[in-house]
């Protein structure tokens, strides 16, 4: 029930199948990067294993068998030849991830699940190990930008949440000069550190790059437009929700029907992007998702003058399952939809040199997230009759949602 089992399986699978992808693309580089990616997706598993092994009395019957699938899968890794430098970085992308572990389970207890901790820190640890790779890369080489921006996005949002939290260890954070910093801080390290190496990676400046990619076709004008449309409806579900709040004498929940109609609203914003302007889709998926985490850092340190009002807010559509100090929800549903598309090489190879059915793969996070699991929840939670056993889940919503 820990997760571990299933985050165990979910890289170096990834890797195995992204490995066929770029191969039918004939990118041997970004195939080699896959097969290292499953590599050290197995690695981690073995290590999550043998910790589980030494520190858990008795053995758990799971655990072994997430130690018998990471050796297995190891030994299928062997069959590939493995040079030196792509060991090292299995091995680098492991110390990663192990002092990453570290600083994340001692600074934010209860906020992951042992399943949700190995799935995020593999990511970011891989994230992370390319950009500290590619930035120690010497010449005039020049990376992709929509790649670059993702990379430096992701690691820099990390890292600054890691900068505030050690912090805020010191300070009071509930104070106007403790918020006065954040923002300084947040705003010198977007505009400095953040551009600098984007720059060193594409040379090509941030902000120049990213306003002139937005406003480079009409068709991308007419998309936005249209997405802050649906964020302001979105806004407006919200404020609704909080008014009824306001107004009850005791304490209002957002029923699930309501929780789902975000997934509406995703799905409505992401079928468009998908068919008609997919790297439109991509750079605005990560804009998304730096905007989440910084929000979610200023509601968790109570940053001034926002950090007091999104609580509350954001409150009104948690459940049972959201009981640690961070709200991940909506950072959840936001990855679940756009890892498919990250993940897809359709946006840096032309669709046509796929098959039919591959090409429909970015569109995995739409159907499972936006409306498989929006379904389930739907009919379980109201028609709902049989459920499996050990879960509060329903056979009638599962079934609904494979369907």
Known sequence: RSGLLPASVVLPLIGIVLKERWATVGNVQFERFCIVCSAAGM?????????????????????????????????????HTLSVSEVIEILEVLLIFVYLSLIILYIMPRSFTPGEVMLFLSGLSIVTNQLIKRC????????????????????????????????????????????????????????????????????????????????????????????????FLAALIVFHQNCKQ??????????????????IVIVATYIPGLIYDRPLL??????????????????????????????????????????????????????????????????????SVFPGEVALAPYAGVLAVGIGDAMASVIGSTVGEVRWPGTKKTFEGTATSIF
């Open 246 to 263: 306001s107004s009850g004498s005791k304490e209002y929940k957002a029923s699930t029907a309501m929780r789902k109609s975000f997934h």
């Open 136 to 231: 120690l890369t010497f010449g005039d080489s020049r990376y992709d930008p929509l790649a670059s921006f993702l990379l430096v996005i992701v690691v820099g949002t990390a890292l600054l949440g890691l900068v505030f939290t050690i912090l805020y260890c010191f300070v009071d954070s509930n104070t106007w000069v403790s918020s006065l910093i954040f923002h300084v801080t947040t705003v010198i390290f977007g505009s400095g550190t953040m551009a600098l190496w984007f720059y060193r990676l594409t040379r090509n400046h941030l902000f120049a790059w990213l306003l002139n990619f937005l406003t480079s076709t009409r068709t991308r004008m007419y998309l936005l437009s249209y997405w802050v449309t649906l964020a």
């Open 282 to 351: 991509y750079v605005a998926a990560v804009v998304c998702f730096a905007a989440f985490v910084v929000l979610e850092y200023i509601r968790h340190f109570r940053i001034k003058p926002l950090g007091m009002m999104l609580s509350p807010m954001l409150a009104t559509f948690l459940d049972e399952r959201d009981s640690g100090p961070l709200i991940l929800t909506h950072i959840y549903l936001l990855l679940g939809l756009t890892l498919p598309v990250w993940l897809f090489p359709g946006v840096f190879a032309p669709l």
């Open 43 to 79: 690695a981690i598993a073995l290590f999550i294993s043998l910790l589980g092994l030494g520190l858990t009395k008795p053995l758990p019957t799971n655990t072994s068998i997430v130690y018998g699938f990471a050796t297995c899968a190891i030994m299928y890794a062997l069959k």
